[in-house]
């Protein structure tokens, strides 16, 4: 390859242009008051080719997560990392066209994402949590650096990239923010969900599955090619986060995407976006403490992903509000038991474009005010209140078009989806988030227990295992077990303890791997999993994280060792759940095993932890870690930096 060969037309390499036709509408006024930055942005545009007759118009920045390089025909020039980006561009093009209607200004900026079902079992899992702040990072400072910004709207759809953006508009207040979920894929016609074909891996290899039938479920469980997952894991659950916090137009989370109902969405949420300009209302107007609470009411109720316990704590964080605890998500869910019967939940396990179709968050919220849980007073970017909207919707013909559609599409009654609450009681429905104490986790951990298998489940409601423990410092050891690639292959009745997987030890990776394999395994049901990382939704025996302290952070899980005995009872009526090491396994007490072991010997941060992710670690830690949502604390971080600095001698 010749690098330095003349080019084909050395004519057509111009040295100057004419520049744009025209003149900025510039005054006196604006020439004297206005900053060289501002008038020279004004330069910019038309430099862009927008007509400069135009640009004094309202700025509006689109703010979103675009992934990949689609064709005019949608064929992909260049992949995205996930669906869930892959069509974003088609709501951003949507909203700049309704405010050009206006005669607004349309800016677009993007920050996309990384997809935490391509990064599993890998190293680019390690990245996945800290993404989440530095993406809020970059996206508040996109916004900031457009100074005569009107208005925001931020389109996002996936795991980290749709709670970076709740936090971002959310610590930029003072803005008319309006949020664009970006939908969901919908389900294959014929074959798995998204959910269940991330573990053709571990099932082919324990044999329950055919080489050609791995091949085709691995191949066409993406209905469509746009949207998050079709499950309610931590991207579906965000959508429906967002909407119930009052930041998106009604009936927004969920939409199927690239569907015309999906960008009029975009539409709708541009002319908001007008709305609470002319009005004055900003996002801070819309994130109260009663806003808050919706949110958990809601994730509640549709049995959401245990991921937004990190989530929604660092939204109100950036939004100034008091940190939610686990103790305040307990006493929600034991308020309202879940009546959302979604993947990966059951007893059906409906795909989310159902819970969508069935009326998505207006009809779980219209339930909730029934039951006299909702706070309906709190606001919505739309100017209504929660009781204002939810009357127009019950009635709205929108509400029984979508509900029809579910029954003449799929032959499911709405009611069936979004359980009337008091039937869900009856068939034995119960709250989605269970929080654990013991010796082994002092402070706490976390385990959806509305994931465990019903087979499994006593009489009583109550979950009860005694097991040995096997212990591993390495979700890819973890994993070879299971799939039994190892000489010592995982067991039923065994008690997977994986330590050393929190933010210290390596960013705190997601184990859907290891969770989703145990729902899908036929013998995973008899296993339980015990560890200081985290997981979404998908889990059947007991999978309980957020383990803390975590083991690198002196935690006393890190002194389990194989062979020991530990039990586990978690009740899902009262969401009281004991998580206690018994004894070794040559029968010597706890008591004697917690005070004298020392840590795992091969506990150690992973040898491939990012730099990044390392401080990223460091600076959660002082904001409060996990139980905190994982946010920089400014002040505390100032504060710890500065005794340090004294400590060490410094000035």
Known sequence: MDFFAAPPDPESLLTSAKGPRGQLPLTDEILRD???????????SVGMGFDPRRVLGDQYLILSTQGGLRGEDGSPLALGYH????????????????ITAFDGVPFSAYCSDPCDGRSQGTRGMFDSLPYRNDAAIVMRRLIRSLPRRKAVIGIATCDKGLPAMMMALAGTGGTANVLVPGGVTLPPTVGEDAGKVQSIGVRYTRGEMSLEEASLE??????????????????????????????TVPHAALAPSGQPIWTQLARNSADVARQMVATGVTMQDIL????????????????GSTNLLLHIP?????????????????????????????????????????LFLAGGVPEVAWHLRELGLLKSNARTVTGMTWDELLDQWYVSDRRSACRER???????????VIVPPATARQRGMTSTVCFPSGNLCPE?????ATSIDPSVIDEDDVYRKRGQARVFVSERDAIAAIKGQTDSPIHPGEIIVLIGRGPLGCGMEETYQITS??????????IALLTDARFSGVSTGACIGHIGPEALAGGPIAKVRDGDWIEISVDRRTLDGQVDLIESSDGQPAETLLRDRTPHPDLAVEAEMPEDTRLWAALQRVGGGTWGGCVYDVDEIIATLEAGIKARGGL
């Not at 691995?218 to 119930?244: D, H, I, K, M």
């Not at 940190?323 to 007893?347: E, K, M, S």
């Not at 394999?517 to 008899?526: C, N, R, T, W």
């Open 406 to 416: 579910l029954q003449q599409a799929d032959g499911v009654d709405p009611d069936e």
């Open 314 to 354: 660092a939204i109100a964080a950036a939004a100034g509000l008091p940190r939610p605890t686990a103790q305040t998500f307990r006493q929600i869910n034991q308020q309202v038991p879940r009546f959302v019967d979604c993947l990966p939940n059951g007893p059906v396990g409906h795909p989310t474009v159902r």
């Open 517 to 526: 394999a145990l729902k899908y395994l036929s013998f995973g049901k008899e």
């Open 444 to 448: 706490g951990s976390v385990i959806k």
């Open 83 to 98: 669906t869930g980006h892959w069509e974003i561009g088609l709501l951003v093009r949507a909203a700049a066209e309704q």
């Open 218 to 247: 691995g191949c066409r469980a993406c209905g469509t090619p746009g949207g998050g997952c079709q499950f309610l894991g931590t991207a579906a659950t965000s959508q429906v986060v967002a909407e119930a916090l009052g930041m």
């Open 34 to 44: 206005w900053s060289s930055g501002d008038l020279f942005g004004l330069t910019q």
């Open 288 to 303: 109260t403490e009663d806003s808050l609470y919706n949110a958990m009411l809601i994730h509640a109720a549709v049995g």
